[in-house]
């Protein structure tokens, strides 16, 4: 009788059924890294560090910046390795010109449909922004701030708006929420309350008005001011939650089934 051979374990870093692949749980760590301003663009993304840090092989770091440089987050070069990505002014400005189409069209359908306890949600999601802006949690007030948008394209009930949104706020992240300050995420946080207020009011218009007053604000308010380039500051202490878990963190930005899965 043959002897069947067992195969050798998927080097996965972690135990069946506990939680994500090793290559789910770099993605997920290198996206939230970006989106809470520790990693900025230009970092430079070394495979074995990343191997040392998630104690994985090269092969799925390797898969993991193959699927976040498809995803636009990280830009890769046989010469040099992989980096965060740097967007361009211009892909600055068409993300953001996109956003405007998409969500002042958004708002409007919105303010026509919206009930009393979508306006409760959206008052205690504010209640949440308001806290970690005095707070000056910038990962936490980076990611509510963001969450905002893609919780009002939830209300109309379509996922497909829903998904490609978060996906613009996730490479606007790059662009605006990492270079953002304690000040224009005041202000943002206001703007957002003004919205909801329009929105409780059923003001379309006003709606409109303001969202589209808010984006121009946010693309006007674009600068950098680098934080962390280092990798192990930046990815330890999120592959240590996530070991320790079994699975990614509830409040982190979570990639797209099959490929992906953050900016205000």
């Not at 993300?95 to 919206?114: D, G, K, P, V």
């Not at 910038?138 to 497909?160: C, I, S």
Request: avoid cysteine; proline fraction near 6%.
């Amino acid at each position: 009788m043959p002897t069947t051979r067992t195969p050798p374990p998927t080097d996965t870093g972690l135990q069946p059924g506990t939680g994500p692949t090793s290559t789910e749980l770099i993605v997920r760590s290198i996206t939230t890294a970006i989106v809470e301003r520790r990693l900025m663009p230009g970092t430079k993304l070394v495979e074995q560090q990343i191997a040392d840090i998630f104690k994985v092989s090269r092969t799925l770091v390797r898969q993991a910046l193959n699927q976040l440089s498809r995803d636009k987050l990280v830009t890769l070069s046989p010469a040099r390795g992989a980096f965060v990505a740097e967007p361009s002014a211009e892909e600055a400005r068409q993300i953001f010109e996109l956003r405007q189409m998409i969500e002042t069209a958004m708002i409007r359908r919105i303010a026509e449909t919206i009930t009393p306890a979508q306006v409760a949600q959206l008052r205690a999601h504010l209640k949440d922004e308001a806290a970690a802006v005095a707070r000056t949690d910038v990962p936490g007030r980076t990611r509510l701030l963001a969450d905002f948008h893609t919780l009002l394209a939830r209300m109309l009930g379509n996922e497909v708006l829903a998904e490609v949104l978060h996906d613009l706020l996730l490479r606007g992240s790059l662009i605006a929420l990492m270079a953002q300050s304690a000040h224009s995420a005041e202000a943002s946080h206001a703007e957002h309350v003004q919205i909801v207020d329009a929105l409780e009011q059923g003001d379309a218009r006003a709606a409109t008005r303001l969202v589209a007053r808010h984006l121009e604000m946010v693309a006007a308010n674009l600068h950098r001011h680098p934080r962390v380039r280092d990798l192990g500051q930046a990815l330890q202490p999120l592959a240590q939650v996530e070991n320790i878990a079994g699975g990614p963190r509830a409040a982190a930005p979570r990639p797209r089934a099959g490929t992906r899965k953050a900016s205000k």
